[in-house]
């Protein structure tokens, strides 16, 4: 019996599995296609390279279901954790890292792994036999994304995610921006002032909004019928639902007060997040766009402060194909038609680098087990990678299901809990600390808890 464990893609899920796998003792072959075969938005041949953002998000793991997520790959001795631990970037309560760095650390340190090769080259085909796993994410190349459209019997589900664009820091001028996290959150000064504001009138964002809905922006093409997954809605489709809808969304002024003119509240407050270390690169956050380059750069530079910027990328939209993995796996992950192939990561139909790698982390033990001829007892859907698992294979409506973030709107309720808003901080803190309970017995009696 072939015990070597396959991973097609070598993104955040691809790496996380092979992880995982390989410190149980399992011999791991990724099959990465890039460098060879390019795509729209990777800029290098790294594993677990960032695409779209540099942050992994709210890192609260008692508040916040993303930050509960972190906790349970730390706790698991995830790679990809790990590895943001050592390149992160003041974000104000945020975990969010020096993406190239971090790439380049992730792709050191399953390279040199005695139980890890990587091949690079594309697989355009389902395999018949050994053990894989599919984690080619949001841009699964052509021919086999047709494969597992062949296999599955039905076209592949599809929306389009955007990519915010990057911006020079030496470019933004600070006599109109000014550095601050919103509420002042932090435990530090540099964590307090961890983001660079650009602030507007109410006539400098009715300007912007007039000049972002007439743009020139990139259409779908024919026979492109897909959404946007709303969590990542180009700021021009945010636009076009509302005039006030970015001042109530990305946008929005609170928790910010404006030294250069502290007794005038902004209209709306445009914010950079550090993308790197140096401090050299800041994205706009929460402006995923569709525009095509010239109209950004003409829409971008009339936000106070960025007037004369110069911009490291612009941004871009792309394809995201996902599985309807309610109808398609088994609890397992396992394709039902093929139980030799799992798949894993955003393919699956979570959404987010975090959510992502858990899936990885995951399929990697379930991989492992079976491959040591054993059978791992399903994750408790009290915890946060649980939640997401038994929504994905089953616990969803096959007939709508759409990507979806972690969200403790996943979770089973915990009896004798208020409902509402009032209740919320003590309910989320008995989610989160049921779930480490949880999760940590899942560890201990999988026996395959990294050390």
């Given amino acids: 019996m072939d015990n070597t464990l396959h991973i097609i893609g070598g993104g955040m899920a691809g790496s996380e599995a092979a992880w995982q796998a390989a410190n149980q003792g399992i011999q791991v072959v990724i099959h990465e296609m890039r460098p060879k075969v390019e795509t729209f ?7 677990a390279e960032m695409v779209c953002s540099n942050s992994f998000r709210s890192d609260d793991d008692e508040q916040n279901a993303v930050g509960l997520l972190h906790w349970e790959m730390r706790a698991a001795g995830g790679i990809i954790m790990t590895t943001a631990d050592q390149h992160k970037l003041p974000a104000g309560g945020a975990l969010a890292v020096d993406r190239d760095p971090f790439a380049e650390a992730v792709t050191a340190a399953l390279t040199s792994h005695p139980n890890i090769s990587v091949s690079y080259e594309e697989i355009d085909a389902l395999p018949d036999d050994g053990q894989w796993i599919i984690a080619t994410g949001p841009l699964t190349s052509g021919k086999l994304a047709e494969a597992i459209a062949a296999e599955t019997g039905s076209e592949a589900l599809a929306f389009f995610d955007a990519i915010a664009p990057i911006v020079y820091a030496e470019s933004i001028d600070m006599t109109k921006a000014w550095r601050q996290s919103r509420y002042d959150k932090g435990d530090t000064e540099e964590e307090r002032t961890a983001y660079i504001n ?5 006539d400098q964002y009715d300007g ?8 020139d922006k990139t259409e779908f093409k024919e026979g492109e019928t897909a959404g946007y997954f709303d969590g990542c809605l180009p700021i021009e489709v945010m636009a076009e639902r509302g005039r006030e809808t970015l001042r109530h969304g990305p946008m929005k002024p609170v928790g910010l007060t404006n030294p250069h003119d502290p007794d005038v509240k902004p209209w709306a407050v445009v914010q950079l997040r550090r993308d790197n270390a140096l401090g050299t690169l800041y994205n706009i956050v929460g402006f995923q766009t569709k525009m095509k380059y010239g109209a950004q750069t003409d829409v971008f530079k009339r936000i106070p402060g960025l007037q004369d910027a ?3 990328r612009l941004g871009g ?7 309807n993995s309610p109808t398609l796996l088994d609890d397992q992950m396992r394709l039902k038609s093929k139980p030799n192939i799992r798949f894993a990561g955003q393919i699956t139909g979570v959404e987010g680098y975090v959510e992502s790698a858990a899936m990885g982390l995951l399929a990697g033990r379930l991989a492992a087990a079976e491959l040591q001829g ?5 994750v408790p859907h009290t915890t946060a990678t649980g939640a997401l698992v038994t929504h994905i294979t089953g616990g969803a409506d096959a007939k709508t299901f759409q990507p979806m973030n972690v969200n403790f709107g996943l979770f089973p309720l915990v009896e004798g809990l208020k409902s509402g808003r009032r209740g919320r901080k003590d309910r989320y803190k008995a989610y989160t600390d049921r779930a480490k309970a949880d999760w940590q017995a899942w560890l ?3 026996a395959l808890d990294a050390a």
């Fill in 317 to 323: 939209i792309h394809r995201n194909t996902f599985l």
């Fill in 310 to 312: 110069s911009f490291a």
């Fill in 444 to 446: 201990g009696q999988s």
């Fill in 208 to 215: 912007f909004i007039d000049a972002l809905l007439d743009a």
């Fill in 374 to 378: 054993r059978t791992l007892d399903a």
């Fill in 198 to 202: 650009c602030p507007m009138t109410k």
């Fill in 41 to 47: 938005a990777h800029r290098t041949g790294h594993l």
